[in-house]
């Protein structure tokens, strides 16, 4: 079973930084798109990066050049390291799998069936 565990959440202050960490297992990322996921009370779940099964490397535009995923096969690990925080970084963070087919969109929610729970994130201003 494809099992996903997200840690590392926290309160921080505006331009603080974080690194998020998700356990995978039940997969192999030589198959599988790993991603990271946010989602912010009353707003819709939001594609963060995501780090494809060939090592492609995508951002979001918010978090571009502030943000950097990064996997560690041997471990089975993905971790998300966000720098210089901003509090419209606050929500709940989500790591996600899955095999991505051709024409799927590595930041759209909808790409992806397994979902470990989540891991708060809060940022202070």
């Known amino acids: 079973d494809v099992q996903l565990q997200a840690s590392g959440g926290g309160l921080v202050q505006a331009g603080g930084s974080l690194r998020l960490s998700c356990a995978a297992s039940?997969?192999?990322?030589?198959?599988?798109?790993t991603a990271w996921f946010r989602q912010a009370p009353g707003k819709e779940r939001e594609g963060v990066s995501c780090?494809?099964?060939?090592?492609?490397?995508y951002y979001g535009d918010s978090v571009r050049g502030r943000f950097t995923i990064s996997s560690d096969n041997a471990k089975n690990m993905v971790y998300l390291q966000m720098d210089n925080l901003k509090p419209e970084d606050t929500g709940v963070y989500y790591c996600?799998?899955?095999?991505?087919?051709?024409?799927?969109?590595?930041?759209?929610?909808?790409?992806?069936?397994?979902w470990g729970q989540g891991t708060q994130v809060t940022v202070s201003s």
């Open positions: 996600a799998a899955d095999i991505l087919a051709g024409n799927s969109w590595p930041l759209l929610a909808l790409s992806y069936d397994y």
């Open positions: 780090i494809d099964n060939r090592g492609n490397i």
């Open positions: 039940g997969f192999t990322f030589d198959d599988y798109a």
